[in-house]
């Protein structure tokens, strides 16, 4: 017998009417699941006092592990058979606690009970007592673990780890095919769970940097696995399709602007910093939030989704012989060939893809054998080459649009710390941008969104943009002495920072390490720090500058002079925070830092090392390094 129709009140269908027009396809396919995880146990939807009205999207997850923005309904009550399902997180750029907030979402609506757990917090030993371990991680550098997740994996990967037999899991690596250590993080929590004796749900998926499918089938696809036999049957379920495109911990309404649905950022200023006779050109670039929803905190990233050079676009078109109007298939549907070179594909840089492309479309011997050798060679190609030197030096005859997109990979938005407060500057984001200009096989070549926002200087500009949090630099107490230490762009947090302390009226001391090339072209807001030290806002400033003088001095060769300084700093409860270049200047610093702590704090080196890491798991010692 059928069960009878609920009733529904005038305001019931007037609250769904609302919601089901806000919605696209995918998202209202997510929601069916949603509603049929509640309704497979009976539980009703509590009502959502205090939700944010002003749009913003959350992009992390909410402080009790709930999927941020999402009222998540009760377990499903799956007998004795039930198992805890954690979702560790390690993170560099957000990404990987975006998508836990959607592993976690699909989880529950399968009702199963999930937990996220950033790894920062984490405490490793607790490993032996989990029973389902999902893990997302991000590589970062050279194949590195990210920044906070450094001490889980030291622990993991010692003598002191323990056995994990009974433990199940299942790995989503996040990296760069374009680097030699591809995935490497992903990769190795991979290996040393298995080696520790833990049970795999499903094999490690790595994904490049446009994760979104590969992840949604991944995440589909385990939250299958771990679902209870028992388990009602939710009819609706999310699909891989639909956790791909729902935003992190569930629905957002249609006015939310994220990654996904970028706003569009009139440029209200654009102007060069660096002076004449700088080596380098460095722009401060204002951007309109206004009517946006869009909200951050200092320490928090800007999004920008760019265009590629319109001479990089002509150039593409000219050598392959390939019309502008040449219809392909995007994600987006079928546009003109010109629209997709220019805001759909990366015509830049190549990429494992773009290789495998080339080398069956040319038959090429030497492609052939770079493709098979190793990752090392692979990497120091693709950087000599962009997609256009591989076109000049491996021509293709009568190439069709559609075969030469096939392996070009999507157009990633590129991060940006952003310079600014709102309290300072309501509605507004500014950002400190290093144009990136070499030269390559003779040519000029330019980064592919620096350039873009260098040239974003007509009345009407826009770009746009969405926020990323970065819950990983954030200022503390306002009591709190911090330690800024920063090189080039670097300094770009910390110009929020100190408008945000100004405003607060906040107490605590604040100590700026900045570092350039030349005092005189090069001294990034050098007036803004003096009006700051002028009103006490600015404790200590100590800039250095590597190229005035014949020995080049850096912000670890100053934090080392000042090296008594820095500990009675940090004795006395200070953070530290360091941005700035990952590959050098943030190894270098942690290394002066480690010898500050044996000559003015009387440690032994590896004792200095534990105490910065001690720091770091405090989080009073702070990396936002690219």
Known sequence: MRPPVPTLTPENLEQLDRLAGSLDRDQAIWLSGYF??????????????????????????APDGAAAGVVAPEPLAAGPAARLLTILVGTDTGNATELAGEL??????????????????????????????????????????????????????????????????????????????????????????????AERIADRVDCDVDYEDDAAAWIAG???????????????????????????????PATAHSKKHPFSAAVLDNVVLTGRGSTKETRHVELSLEDSGLTYEPGDALGVVPENDPALVDLLLEKTGLSADAPVTTKQGEVALRDALTSTFEITAATPRFLEQWAELTGSDELAALKAG???????FFHEHHVSDFVDRFPVAGIEAEQFVKGLRPLQPRLYSIASSLAAAP????????????DLHGSGRTGVASGHLARLLHEDATV???????????????????IMVGAGTGVAPYRAFLQEREARGAQGKNWLVFGERNFRSDFLYQVEWQDLLKDGTLTRLDPVFS?????????????????????????????????????????????????????????DREAADAHLTELQRDHRYLLDVY
């Open 36 to 61: 049929a995880g509640i309704a497979g146990h009976g539980t009703a939807v509590p009502a959502q006092d205090g939700a944010a009205s002003n749009g913003a999207v959350t992009n992390g997850v």
């Open 104 to 197: 976690q979402a699909a989880a529950k609506a399968q009702g199963l009970e999930a937990q996220v757990a950033d790894m920062s917090d984490y405490k490793p030993r607790a490993l032996k007592d989990e029973q389902d371990v999902l893990v997302i991680t991000s590589t970062h550098g050279e194949g590195d673990p990210p920044p906070n997740a450094l001490g889980f994996f030291e622990f993991l990967a010692g003598r002191k780890a323990p056995k994990l037999d009974g433990v199940r899991f299942s790995v989503l690596a996040l990296g760069d095919s374009t680097y030699e250590h591809y995935c490497s993080a992903g990769k190795q929590v991979d290996a040393r769970f298995e080696e520790l004796g």
């Open 222 to 252: 385990v939250v299958e696995r771990l679902t209870p036999d028992e388990a009602p049957a939710t009819a609706g379920a999310p699909t891989a399709a639909a956790v791909g495109s729902a935003p992190a911990g569930g629905v957002a």
């Open 374 to 380: 190793d990752a090392k060679a692979r990497t120091a």
């Open 427 to 438: 509605d507004e984001a500014h950002l400190t941008v290093s144009t990136v200009q070499y």
């Open 464 to 482: 746009p943009v969405y926020v990323q949090r970065n819950d990983h630099f954030r200022l503390p107490d306002d009591d709190a002495p911090i």
């Open 547 to 603: 190229r005035d003088s014949a020995t080049k001095r850096y912000v670890q060769d100053r934090l080392r002079e000042k090296g008594a300084e820095v500990w009675d700093w940090l004795q006395d409860g200070a953070r530290i925070y360091v941005c700035g270049d990952a590959n050098a200047m943030a190894p270098d610093v942690h290394t002066a830092l480690a010898e500050i702590a044996v000559e003015h704090g009387g440690l």
